[in-house]
């Protein structure tokens, strides 16, 4: 049987941070509420765009991999925060690579964006139209978010991680995997302004107004990500028992502490990272997946659960059988531009750049 083992990885999060009393500053806020509600007590806010966060992410990935750019089969990119529809994101990352034999597609789920990205990736290994890939999570939310919405204004940031996949023989990579979606319950999560329906409207591209129910959305991402779970074990054939860690989007700290209780698993098997980056959405499982490598978290020839949920409402998990390598065979110079500006400087000059505009 052909599998898609997963040989490289890399993250690269933008270096300016926002903290919870930067936000305390210009929204009725506070850290206490964020931090209890929540689990975040900051996020990166970019100073470039998606696309070359996603590439220095890939450069890293191929480094780790030992590879070139010119290995890459096929890149998919998921986010939502494409700087571009037309032409799509991926081609831009191929460009900045140099990976001039790869295939390059976009994939739009909202959160679980990386995770669907994986399954396209695993898949197209598996079924032989290509040998390798790259797979993408990346999102800079921070240029549409509506910052006068506290409701929403504290849960994201921006960053980015890729993988390496390459077919291989033996058991590795994507195992199994689940997906789906509540699209009747799409309009709980909304992001008015942001499409297409909205072109020639006399809207400003960018001014956003999030239509968010917190609690059902909180309700439905715990529903979701378990039937997801239970899916994806009961195909592979393994019980909670068997799953060495958890890895879990990052939304909510209590949304993944009810998940993990449904499942009834062990809390010691999860990876949190959520205090340091918020919700990345379509970045947020894949820049825990791979911080949760780096930090020697996943056991050598263990199985990983990887829960997810977002916009649409789509739900996702992946059942991983990792390697027997979490070290890196290399790494690369490539890096982002210097920031010389911190997190609260960058968000107030969004801020005033839409007042601008609408002014
Ligand atoms: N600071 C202070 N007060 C706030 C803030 C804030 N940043 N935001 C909202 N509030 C207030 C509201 O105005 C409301 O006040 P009121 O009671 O006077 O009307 C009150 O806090 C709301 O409190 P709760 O409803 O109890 O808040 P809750 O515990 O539900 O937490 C939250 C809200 C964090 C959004 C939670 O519902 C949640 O995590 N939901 C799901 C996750 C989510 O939506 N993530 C977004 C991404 S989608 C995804 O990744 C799947």
Not at 6 to 27: E, M, Q, V
Not at 123 to 135: D, F, H, R, T
Not at 140 to 168: H, K
Not at 218 to 242: I, R, Y
Request: charged share 20%; hydrophobic share 45%.
């Amino acid at each position: 049987m052909t599998y898609a083992a997963i040989t490289g990885w890399g993250k690269c999060l933008p270096p300016a941070t926002l903290t919870n009393d930067d936000l305390a500053t210009f929204l009725e806020t506070d850290d206490e509420w964020i931090t209890s509600r929540t689990g975040m007590k900051e996020r990166r806010i970019s100073h470039v765009t998606v696309s070359e966060l996603a590439y220095v992410a890939c450069a890293r990935a191929l480094a780790a991999a030992g590879k070139t750019a010119e290995d890459v089969d096929l890149i998919v990119f998921g986010s939502t925060t494409f700087d571009e529809l037309c032409p799509n994101a991926a081609s831009n990352v191929q460009r900045l690579l140099g990976a001039k034999n790869a295939a390059c597609m976009d994939v739009s789920t909202a959160c679980t964006g990386g995770m669907y990205s994986l399954s396209v990736a695993t898949s197209m290994i598996k079924s032989g139209v290509v040998k390798s890939a790259l797979v993408i999570g990346a999102e800079t939310i921070s240029p549409i978010m509506d910052w006068e919405n506290r409701d929403v204004a504290v849960l994201f940031g921006d960053g980015s991680a890729a993988l390496y996949l390459e077919q291989s023989d033996e058991e590795s990579g994507v195992i199994t995997e689940a997906l789906g979606c509540y699209g009747e319950s799409r309009d709980i999560l909304s992001v008015e302004g942001w499409g297409m329906k909205y072109a020639n409207k006399g809207r400003v591209l960018g001014q956003t107004n999030w239509a968010f129910l917190g609690q059902e959305i909180f309700k439905k991402a715990v529903a979701g990500m378990a039937q997801a779970c239970d899916k994806a074990l009961a195909k592979a054939e393994l019980s909670a028992e068997q799953i060495t860690s958890v890895v879990p989007h990052q939304a909510n700290l209590r949304i993944i502490d009810t998940l993990v209780k449904r499942l009834k698993m062990d809390k010691e098997k999860v990876f949190v990272n959520i205090h340091k980056y918020g919700n990345m959405s379509a970045a947020t499982t894949l820049v825990a997946f791979v911080e949760a490598i780096e930090e020697s978290f996943i056991a050598k020839d263990s199985y990983v659960l990887l829960p997810a949920f977002g916009g649409g409402l789509t739900w996702s998990a992946h059942v991983v059988k990792w390697g027997n390598r979490n070290h890196a065979l290399a790494t690369t110079d490539v890096k982002l531009p210097e920031c010389d500006k911190s997190g609260l400087e960058l968000v107030t000059d969004i801020i005033n750049a839409k007042k601008s505009v609408t002014n």
